[in-house]
């Protein structure tokens, strides 16, 4: 069965940080291309890091410098990184295959406001 599970959004002031977990399902993760999404409300939704099977990282422009996408094999498990967040950061941040993209998730809540 493929699932994805996000966790670890929440509430945070600008510039604090916080850390995305995503648990896989071993079949979707083991796509050449995992990545990390996100929606903002009344936006579309869009990819803000991929990371290759072989830890191969890209990171959009928005995000570059700031945030660092990372994965963990042996535990079907990807991560996200978050530092100095901005409001416009604030969004539901979602996993996915970015190469075989599967069922979405519920994603998690991330909110940059003082």
């Known amino acids: 069965q493929v699932q994805l599970v996000e966790s670890g959004g929440g509430l945070v002031q600008p510039g604090g940080s916080l850390r995305l977990s995503c648990a896989a399902s071993?079949?979707?993760?083991?796509?050449?291309?995992m990545g990390w999404y996100r929606q903002a409300p009344g936006k579309q939704r869009e990819l803000v890091a991929s990371?290759?099977?072989?830890?191969?990282?890209n990171h959009a422009d928005s995000v570059k410098g700031r945030f660092t996408i990372s994965r963990d094999n042996a535990k079907n498990t990807m991560y996200l990184q978050m530092n100095s967040l901005k409001p416009e950061d604030t969004a539901v941040y979602y996993c996915?295959?970015?190469?075989?993209?599967?069922?979405w998730g519920q994603g998690t809540q991330v909110t940059v406001s003082s």
């Open positions: 071993r079949s979707i993760f083991n796509s050449f291309i």
């Open positions: 996915n295959s970015v190469t075989a993209t599967a069922a």
């Open positions: 990371i290759t099977r072989s830890g191969i990282a």
